[in-house]
């Protein structure tokens, strides 16, 4: 057996709260001191998402394991899995999130800076999905 350290040790995992509802952990993964780009490895416990935000330059999400959703203002978006790759437009209002009975681990390039809106209420995060 090898093991390819892609690690550091002075990494940790860092609990998210402040603008997520239920368990969420984020890894950075390069967070550039300009702000201009900032690539995090998220991970979401059932049911768990973001509150409502935008990215003033947008926002790639690349699903590597489970299952979740994501929703913009305007009612787009629907169910998200591994492998699927979602592309948010500057300044577009969405959450992102996990089922209800599965995570979900993402990651998440985000351009620009983040504005945290407000918390995705029990409805909206069932709307349209259930
Ligand atoms: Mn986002």
Redesign the pocket.
């Known amino acids: 057996m090898k093991i390819n350290r892609g690690r550091e040790k002075s990494l940790h995992s860092e609990r998210r709260s402040e603008t997520f509802t239920g368990t969420v952990w984020a890894d950075r993964v390069l967070s550039d001191p300009k702000g201009a780009v900032g690539i995090g490895s998220v991970f979401f416990e059932p049911k768990a998402r ?1 509150y409502w ?1 935008r ?1 003033s330059g947008g ?1 790639v999400l690349v699903v590597t394991h489970g299952q979740g959703r994501v929703r913009s203002g305007d009612g787009n978006g629907g169910v998200i899995a591994a492998g699927d790759v979602v592309h ?1 437009a500057p300044g577009e209002e ?1 959450w ?1 999130g996990a089922e209800p009975d599965n995570y979900l681990l993402h990651l ?1 390039i985000s351009l620009g800076q983040t504005e945290w809106l407000r918390a995705v209420t029990d409805e909206e995060y069932r709307q349209g999905f259930e």
């Open positions: 973001t935000h990215h926002q948010i969405h992102h998440a």
